[in-house]
């Protein structure tokens, strides 16, 4: 049977490895499942524990076909959908696509996307088995995935079942913001008490919005979030818990969007109507989660600056860094990933060239190896800047409104109006600029405190990275603040309070051990960190961004290494007395200055407080901390912004302590 083409319930196997119609799998499965039942009486877990019998609806969409090239409803193949990053020799003018879709070469803009109504990554059956297996694993509920047709609305035919004690997984569905909108992707979790008849309001929601679909359902946590949302599910629908409904959904896209656009807030906001209309969700109990996109995501949706019928009762997010006021810091080379995310944007290879301007394809600047050697270009960007293309096709003429920035007034009031709880994580030395986060937690609860109520808890973790913080117990903070918020809610013998608590915690990652630690701040004072670049070209400059203790001054020496003849580099600066508690420094790297490696060196003074020197003991790595400068021709021979931070500057980040950039820490 052709992919794509599949109605059967579940993935069949070869009849020679069945008896008497059941599988060998299904037979051990069912004797597991009552061992599993025996063991729960004796456990005291639910009765809802290892369903025997429960197959998932296989193949897994994407939503794509391969042999139509395109889109198609229920299709499962794999799409092709980048263009390699070139390795010939860098001819200016030329266009270097970054995307594909099947045989044509694609470009984003505002509203298209790679990956809107389709997954990127086709899922095998053994990937399916195995979120399931993760999720019996973590709470002995069994759980099911099924194509998106197996349930369309309450009074339409249906194949899932009332209160099945196990949880169902209608993965999948495409959801329309309207008739023009070719629809983002979404995955509905039903707790395993869920009813169909149950009026809407019953089982409050949470959500988190990231990159592809498939990839953030099936790869586990952290990278991915359908263990843990199945086990939250699982887990708030039996032992006497009321049930709540769980959605993952693509952002819009699974890339060139960062959840920005207005079609993106009207997509959020026809998942909310499905999950409570079609499914008994409460629309007015949502709660959000996400790290890094996905962060962003849910303080965005929060905000909800249409004034979309849900209200979300409580954020947890880390790692978010959007801020256009500060994009030019943002897209630095002291945070290189950024300049391969510019050409992610752009759909350029190249677009992280200084001085880049979007090409003028006139039939002759494309290359032999582009995937159908014909021309694309988007009209209206020709000339512009890769800072101007990225923001048009992130939000396009609202990104010019200082109301749509996650940091106005117009935004961060609708997370007040709302009365949202935030729990936040900012973590310093991380591949995408803490700083912008840093400055979001201090704006919100600067809004709350002069508003008279702060529900806003920040944990500050030093050289912790884009890495999220786990607890002794080995769980992930950000998933357990989510459940302990969701258990006020489903759980009636649960404690009631605030859903955080006000205020703030500070830790530091374990260079070793990579155990998460408590500090304890002796002084008082907001901990130092800096950023600094590990390599640049000649003739850019160099960005040192720290932030710290307003009013903590700092000077750094750069230093050529021992038998390096050349002139050392000087900065210094004082973190500013405002919110964003931000110190930056720039230094010009000359043309003429000599090749080779280069030594840091820090020095701070906090209030009140003596010189001291942050020495090697004080980096992301405890080794001495070198900038490595380039001939500048480099950017003459290198093409792909891809290849500059996987290759150039990924060979000198520390990949064993996680995705952290170089720099100090005061902790």
């Not at 629309?283 to 949706?301: D, E, I, P, W, Y």
């Not at 710290?548 to 580099?569: C, K, M």
Request: one cysteine or more; glycine letters at 10%; charged letters at 25%.
């Amino acid at each position: 049977m052709k992919k794509g083409k599949r109605s059967d319930l579940s993935s069949m196997k070869d009849s020679k490895n069945s008896k008497g119609g059941m599988h060998r799998r299904d037979l051990i499965k069912g004797m597991v499942a009552a061992c599993l039942g025996l063991a729960a009486v004796g456990l005291g877990f639910s009765s809802a524990s290892a369903q025997e019998g429960v197959q998932h609806e296989l193949p897994i969409v994407t939503h794509w076909s391969n042999q139509k090239g395109a889109f198609e409803y229920m299709a499962s193949d794999q799409p092709q959908y980048r263009v390699p990053p070139p390795e010939e020799k860098y001819q200016p003018g030329s266009s270097y696509y970054y995307y594909r879709e099947g045989k044509n070469n694609f470009l984003p803009d505002l509203n298209n996307y790679v990956g809107m109504n389709f997954s990127i990554r086709a899922v095998s059956d053994k990937q399916a088995g195995a979120v399931a297996e993760r999720v019996v694993k973590a709470t002995g509920v069994d759980l099911k995935f099924y194509r998106p047709d197996a349930f369309t609305g309450r009074n339409a035919p249906t194949r899932l079942k009332e209160a099945p004690g196990y949880v169902q997984v209608v993965h999948g569905k495409i959801i329309k913001a309207s008739d023009e909108d070719p629809g983002c992707l979404a995955t509905f979790f039903l707790p395993p008490n869920w009813k169909s008849d149950a009026p809407e309001g019953t089982y409050p929601i949470i959500t988190v919005g990231h990159y592809d679909l498939n990839e953030h359902v099936f790869m586990p946590t952290p990278n991915g979030r359908g263990d843990a949302f199945g086990s939250m599910v699982a887990k708030s629908g039996i032992e006497g818990r009321t049930g709540a409904i769980g959605v993952i959904w693509n952002g819009g896209g699974a890339w060139a969007t960062y959840t920005s656009n207005p079609q993106a807030f009207r997509q959020f906001g026809k998942i909310i109507d499905f999950a409570a209309e079609e499914l008994g969700g409460n629309r007015h109990c949502v709660m959000t989660t996400g790290n890094s996109r996905s962060g962003l995501t849910a303080v965005k949706m929060a905000s909800n600056p249409l004034n979309l019928d849900y209200t979300i009762k409580f954020v947890s997010a880390g790692s978010f860094a959007s801020n256009p006021d500060n994009k030019e810091l943002s897209f630095s080379t002291t945070y290189p990933k950024q300049l391969m995310n510019l050409c992610r944007m752009t759909g350029f290879h190249d677009s992280w060239k200084p001085g880049w301007k979007y090409p003028v394809t006139d039939g002759v600047h494309f290359r032999a190896k582009d995937v159908n050697q014909k021309a694309l270009i988007n009209t209206h960007f020709i000339g512009k800047d890769a800072f101007e293309v990225a923001g048009y096709v992130q939000a396009g003429k609202d990104r010019t409104n200082p109301d749509w920035n996650p940091f106005s007034d117009k935004m961060m009031d609708g997370i007040l109006d709302a009365g949202t709880s935030v729990f936040l994580e900012v973590r310093t030395n991380d591949i995408l600029p803490h700083f912008n986060h840093l400055e979001y937690a201090n704006r919100l609860e600067e809004k709350m405190k002069a508003k008279g109520e702060v529900r806003l808890h920040v944990d500050y973790i030093a050289r912790a990275g884009h890495a999220w913080r786990r607890t002794p117990q080995g769980r992930f903070a950000l998933n357990d603040k989510l459940w302990d918020a969701l258990s006020q809610f489903v759980d009636p013998n649960a404690t009631k309070g605030p859903l955080v608590e006000p205020g703030k915690g500070y830790y530091k990652i374990n260079r070793k051990t990579r155990n998460f630690e408590k500090v304890n701040l002796t002084d008082g004072m907001h901990p130092f960190s800096m950023d600094v670049p590990v390599g640049i070209m000649r003739g850019d400059t160099l960005a040192l961004v720290c932030t710290g203790e307003p009013g903590t001054t700092y000077r750094v020496e750069i230093s050529p290494e021992d038998g390096l003849e050349a002139p050392a580099f000087k900065a210094e600066g004082v973190i500013a007395a405002d919110v964003t508690m931000r110190g930056v420094s720039f230094v010009d790297v000359p043309r003429k200055q000599p090749l080779g490696k280069y030594r840091y060196r820090l020095w701070i003074k906090k209030p009140g407080q003596e010189e001291m020197e942050l020495g090697k003991s004080h980096s992301v790595t405890g080794q001495e901390v070198f900038l490595h400068i380039w001939d500048e021709k480099l950017a003459q021979t290198l093409v792909s912004g891809e290849v500059l931070w996987k290759k150039t500057y990924g060979r000198l980040l520390p990949k064993r302590l996680g995705p952290v950039i170089a720099g100090f820490s005061e902790h």
